[in-house]
């Protein structure tokens, strides 16, 4: 028999079910260059329609998806404000700066959010020698801020920020199913305040990739160009669009037992006396810190040896994060390890 493997490193290791894969299997495919997949023409107009935008269009990552976003909103030279912590910034591969030679302004902000006081101060004065700001990015939930929530009413302030000074207004929403799940709040709410929006559905949702910006017409008629020119046209990938389609229906509302589980996490680590701290968990992503005096790989060998992966963020924080494939069963086995656990 195998021997089980916990793996929390990230919600992005979860893998198509049987069930998941029958629907794939049988997805109505087509040339999606010719825009013939109506599988992919389905979905797009299901999240569209979630969403209360126009248009969606479907890419192969969560980063090309941002990255179109970013080329749609600004201008060689001009300046993204987002936080320090986003995954814009961080994990993109220096993206901003290759695909669009846009600069960022970083905002010291908590947990990966920022306020729209914030957000004005940031903004560049209208002179020719500044960089153009043209652009806000926030991210729902926080990937590095541990799966933080957005205050939507500060999001709000922020829009009315944009507005006031005709900036651009998009949302990496890699895991905005999570904070929709977590605050009982609508897609269309977002829809409504945002220009452009990007969500996954690779992470925590079965599928083994998919990611899909929504906005109005104009702005996506442009996006179509953008995707092509990153290289992401895809031809008969209905069979992907398909896995989201699914994970639509089945996976999304259960997200709150993956945050459930992550909350129990929380409260066994808490009880170790070598934790010094839990960053507060809203979702399904968990980070802490061990005592200073304690050897931080250590911690994470001792979990390897007991079939469970998790994930060091660096300067000391560790991460897990529960997902689909994380059970029940798994669950009870990973608290049982932690409580016994000894450095
Ligand atoms: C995962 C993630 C993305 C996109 O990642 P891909 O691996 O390219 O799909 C974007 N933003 C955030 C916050 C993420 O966590």
Not at 134 to 158: H, Q, R
Not at 265 to 276: A, H, M, Q, T, W
């Amino acid at each position: 028999m195998d021997m089980m493997l916990i793996d929390l490193r990230s919600d992005t290791v979860t893998k198509p079910t049987p069930e998941m894969l029958g629907t794939m299997m049988k997805a109505n495919v087509g040339d999606d260059v010719f825009r013939e997949d109506a599988t992919v023409n389905e979905l797009e107009f299901r999240v569209a329609q979630l969403f209360g935008k126009e248009e969606a269009l479907f890419f192969p990552s969560g980063t090309m998806a941002n990255q179109t976003a970013l080329k749609l909103h600004t201008n060689p030279g001009d300046q993204v404000i987002c936080d320090k912590y986003a995954h814009i910034y961080n994990y993109e591969s220096g993206g901003a700066s290759f695909n669009s030679g846009v600069s960022c302004n970083l905002i010291d902000g908590k947990r990966g959010m920022f306020t729209a006081k914030q957000v004005e101060q940031a903004i560049n004065p209208n002179a020719y020698y500044y960089s153009k700001t043209s652009l806000v990015e926030v991210e729902n939930t926080t990937n590095k801020g541990g799966g933080a929530c957005w205050d939507f009413n500060e999001i709000l302030k922020i829009r009315k920020v944009c507005e006031e000074n005709n900036l651009g207004f998009h949302l990496d929403g890699a895991r905005l199913w999570n904070a929709l799940v977590a605050k009982n709040e609508t897609a269309k709410k977002y829809g409504d305040v945002f220009d452009t929006i990007s969500v996954c559905f690779s992470k925590g949702l079965g599928c083994p990739v998919g990611s899909i910006l929504v906005g109005n017409h104009k702005i996506m008629q442009e996006a179509i160009r953008i995707r092509k020119i990153f290289g992401g046209n895809m031809r008969q990938v209905g069979y992907l669009a398909a896995a989201a389609l699914y994970a639509l229906d089945n996976n999304i509302n259960r997200l709150d037992e993956d945050h459930k589980k992550a909350k129990e996490i929380g409260r066994e680590l808490s009880k170790l006396s070598f934790v010094k701290q839990i960053e507060p968990i809203e979702t399904n992503i968990v980070i802490f810190e061990l005592n200073p005096d304690v050897d931080e790989t250590q911690f994470v060998q001792k979990l390897k040896d007991n079939n469970i992966l998790i994930i060091s963020m660096g300067s000391g924080k560790l991460r897990m994060v529960t997902h689909l494939d994380y059970t029940n069963n798994m669950h009870e086995v990973l608290l049982n390890t932690i409580k016994k656990i000894k450095l």
